[in-house]
């Protein structure tokens, strides 16, 4: 089910950082996030809206100081391209509520070769029981 929200219902919602990276598509500074060096087993969800995004059998150290991943879980993620900052990228933003995510780059480990570069802040993590 698709989230739809008001800017201020976001903001309600949202701590300051949250609502900068997710919904301003900001970024977090690197080293920062607290699970970029989070090695339990269970799913990253959406902060925004509790959508499961990641499994952690997915996460790999990419040394970036961020989050990263080499595949998404099926239809969670939606992939747009991204030209600002003067520079050509794919934007990663959450299929269920469009909150912004980070980036997906094509230097990843197999079996993808994918590294979706993920802020910490948009991220909720659920472990496995």
């Not at 059998?57 to 080499?70: A, L, N």
Request: charged content about 25%; proline content about 5%; aromatic content about 12%.
């Amino acid at each position: 089910m698709q989230v739809n929200k008001t800017e201020q219902e976001w903001k309600e919602q949202l701590t300051d950082e949250e609502f900068y990276v997710c919904r301003q598509h900001g970024t977090e500074a690197p080293f920062s996030g607290k699970y970029y060096n989070n090695k339990e087993s269970g799913t990253y969800n959406c902060i925004c809206c509790n959508a499961p995004l990641f499994q952690s059998s997915t996460k790999f150290d990419s040394g970036t100081g961020w989050p990263s991943y080499y595949e998404s879980i099926e239809d969670a993620v939606k992939e747009i391209k991204d030209i600002s900052h003067g520079m050509l990228r794919t934007e990663v933003r959450c299929s269920n509520c469009d909150a912004h995510l980070g980036h997906l780059f094509p230097d990843g480990p197999e079996p993808t070769g994918q590294r979706y570069c993920i802020n910490s802040v948009c991220l909720d993590f659920q472990e496995e029981k």
